[in-house]
């Protein structure tokens, strides 16, 4: 009878912590995609240190990501998220993500001809574009 009774109640224990977990992921996703909306697709699939550029208002930066969040850094803001970076100005968005092979120094001295000849230099095309005409 103790051995059932075992089965039972860890039986029971995996069910509520499976839920439980279900449920968390569930609102972890979700507040995810209340806070970036059409942008969670960038949050989802973007790294460290990759390179986003916004060509509606031809500005670019570097990615910080953490879990609950993603921040860009330019010339001219330390670090900003990226819901606000992205719509700066305008209600549409052009982005596109790179992801370099080397360290890019001092990109947040360069104006924005002189880092879109510095692509094409590198031959680095982008991993991901987003456009919400």
Request: charged share 25%.
């Amino acid at each position: 009878m103790k051995k059932a009774i075992r089965i039972i109640f860890f039986s029971i224990l995996t069910v509520v912590i499976s839920i439980t977990g279900l449920i968390v992921f569930g609102l972890y996703s979700l507040s995810i995609e209340d806070h970036y909306g059409d942008l969670q697709i960038v949050y989802y699939k973007a790294k460290d240190n990759d390179i986003i550029v916004n060509e509606e208002t031809e500005t670019f930066g570097k990615l910080e990501k953490d879990w609950t969040s993603i921040k860009v850094i330019d010339g001219s803001n330390p670090a900003i998220d990226l819901y606000p970076w992205a719509f700066k100005g305008n209600d549409r968005v052009n982005l596109k993500i790179f992801r370099p092979n080397l360290e890019i120094n001092s990109f947040e001295q360069m104006d924005y001809d002189a880092f879109k000849k510095m692509m094409a230099d590198q031959n680095l095309g982008p991993f991901l574009e987003f456009q919400n005409y």
